[in-house]
């Protein structure tokens, strides 16, 4: 990990009328840039080493032994903190100013589990359709190896954010 891991990330939500106000692609390098906060669920994987284009975004993780389930792995809802903001943002990055979304539903493959040995993993989402009313991505979680860890697959729903204070 490099500095970026460690530093201080500020967590909030990010009011309506300013993520209105700017593309995706904005509002996502705003967030990455730590010029917005970052969500408070992103509390619990502490991404670091994230990049935003349209359609694309890319950000790495540690599992660690606090995402432990009681079998003594990495919880499967890691993986799904991952790939669902992963995929997410990509869909956000590829709308205009004034749209947003929410998830519709996505499925988890699960390839090879996580330990706090694992060292850092990188999840990559891809958009593949981006329509008015809704769009479809995938995401990747790779370890340092480049092998395959999950994937994933989202049907989001696209709708007008309220541009309103």
């Known amino acids: 990990m490099d500095d970026k891991a460690t530093a201080t990330v500020e967590y909030g939500v990010t009011p309506t009328h300013v993520m209105a106000s700017m593309s995706g692609l904005d509002f996502v390098r705003a967030m990455f840039e730590g010029k917005l906060p970052s969500p408070p669920i992103m509390q619990n994987v502490e991404p670091f080493d994230s990049t935003a284009e349209k359609g694309h975004v890319v950000f790495h993780s540690v599992p660690g032994f606090r995402h432990y389930n009681p079998i003594g792995s990495v919880h499967g809802g890691y993986a799904a903190i991952l790939l669902d903001s992963a995929m997410g943002l990509a869909v956000q990055t590829a709308l205009p100013a004034g749209n947003g979304y929410t998830t519709l539903e996505f499925?988890?493959?699960f390839i090879k589990g996580m330990s706090k040995d694992t060292g850092p993993v990188r999840t990559e989402g891809k958009t593949l359709n981006v329509g008015r009313r809704a769009a479809t991505a995938e995401a990747r979680i790779t370890d340092?190896?480049?092998?395959?860890?999950?994937?994933a697959t989202t049907t989001c729903l696209v709708f007008e954010i309220s541009k309103g204070t």
């Open 107 to 109: 499925k988890i493959s």
């Open 144 to 151: 340092a190896n480049g092998k395959l860890l999950a994937h």
